[in-house]
């Protein structure tokens, strides 16, 4: 189609949606589903926070805020990132956004130009590769391994790197796989880093505080030399379950903050405003969220606990255990090649994840979206009951595998 522009064409549809999309057609005619593909917490929004919001429209607190975010969210996010990160950033360094998804973007889109390279570790998050191609530039992926955790390898980030890489994107605690970075690997990654003038890091940091001790956060903006280097992104949705406000934040060197806050200017000027009130209430929390994320972080580990020790068992299937967020990303590659009764070949993991949906009623996401085909990710902010059943449907469904 020609009246499309080019780099719309080029642009992959997201595909955790493409199967939470199919898992919502089947049961709007009926099928029950057990849906494991969605990135999103099965928690509400913890009552304070939702109040905070409700009284924001009660108080009329419903106008344009600034574009860059309302002081008092702002002032609140740099206490945070002191206090839990260790980073002082001040005010005008800060990026409020309609969510982190927003964020990067922008990020990304500011300081990129046209033919630089952003390195992007796999697995990585669906968006990383989508965001980069909007800036015209090129995405560089780089495996990593199961075995080590699908930690990057400094060695395989430092023969990569060229006067065109421009960005490095890190995701920690990771979707899709759960990895944490320990800090010794992120100050390696670090003196990489600095030899490489032109080179920054954008460190996604979304699930920071969903982490399962003795796992700790490294914000990369907090080691040494890295302050300038870094744009650190962070947001409410997956620690405060507050998806559908729509809220998260770039922290940054203030000049490329400024660039991004000139886009989103033009793009969408400032996040809404009642949710922006309802951000200062998730703050307000406490520290990591206080008693309040600590009981849904509870809750999260129990489910890993429950899905490592259940597919650890499982013929043929390999994981890494996740140390944060709430994904397991597992390798199913030994059932390649096998044939289904009624389905057809299991030939990679689109198709694996397929027959899972049509079979045997359970969504998951191909890992292939992720840039690692061995692989099937599963979301476990859901019921522990829901993942029992999830368990023994995906048990069957290997069987006739063998
Ligand atoms: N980054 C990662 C790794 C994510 O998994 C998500 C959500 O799925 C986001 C960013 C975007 O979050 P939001 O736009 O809801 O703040």
């Not at 944060?324 to 030939?347: K, P, T």
């Not at 990679?348 to 890992?367: E, H, I, M, R, W």
Request: aromatic content about 8%.
């Amino acid at each position: 189609d020609t009246s499309l522009s080019p780099r719309v064409k080029s642009l992959k549809p997201s595909k955790t949606m493409v199967i939470t999309d199919l898992a919502s057609t089947l049961v709007q005619s009926g099928v029950p589903v057990i849906r494991l593909a969605a990135g999103e917490p099965d928690f509400d929004t913890p009552r304070v926070v939702a109040e905070a919001g409700v009284n924001a429209i009660r108080d009329g607190f419903t106008r344009y805020s600034l574009n860059a975010g309302i002081t008092e969210l702002r002032e609140a996010i740099c206490h945070k990132l002191k206090e839990e990160n260790g980073l002082t950033y001040a005010p005008d360094q800060i990026l409020v956004s309609n969510g982190a998804k927003q964020s990067l973007l922008q990020a990304v889109l500011a300081v990129c130009s046209p033919g630089d390279e952003v390195i992007i570790p796999a697995p990585y998050w669906v968006s990383y590769t989508e965001q980069a191609r909007l800036a015209d530039a090129t995405p560089v992926i780089i495996p990593t391994k199961i075995s080590d955790n699908f930690l990057l390898d400094p060695k395989d980030l430092e023969s990569r790197l060229t006067e065109k890489s421009r960005l490095l994107i890190l995701c920690s605690p990771s979707n899709p796989t759960g990895s944490v970075y320990p800090k010794s690997l992120l100050e390696e990654i670090a003196r990489i880093i600095a030899k490489h003038p032109r080179l920054m890091v954008l460190s996604d940091e979304i699930y920071e505080h969903i982490i399962y001790a003795p796992a700790t956060h490294t914000s990369f903006a907090s080691l040494p030399n890295m302050y300038e280097r870094t744009l650190t992104v962070n947001g409410f949705s997956k620690a405060f379950a507050m998806t559908g406000w729509r809220l998260g934040y770039l922290a940054g060197p203030k000049h490329i903050v400024a660039a991004c806050s000139k886009l989103q200017g033009q793009v969408s000027s400032g996040a809404s405003s009642i949710a922006q009130k309802a951000g200062v209430a998730a703050l307000g929390l406490g520290k990591a969220g206080g008693e309040t994320v600590a009981e849904m972080v509870k809750a999260y580990r129990e489910r890993r606990d429950f899905l490592v020790k259940n597919f650890r068992e499982m013929e043929g299937v390999k994981i890494s255990e996740p140390q944060g967020a709430f994904y397991l990303f597992i390798d199913f590659s030994a059932y390649y090649g096998a044939e289904a009764e009624g389905f057809g070949l299991i030939s990679d993991s689109s198709s694996l994840a397929l027959y899972f949906l049509d079979k045997f009623q359970v969504a998951t996401v191909p890992g292939d979206a992720f840039g690692d085909d061995t692989c099937i990710r599963i979301s476990y902010a859901t019921s522990l009951d829901v993942l029992r059943a999830a368990v023994e449907k995906i048990r069957k469904a290997l069987e006739p595998l063998r």
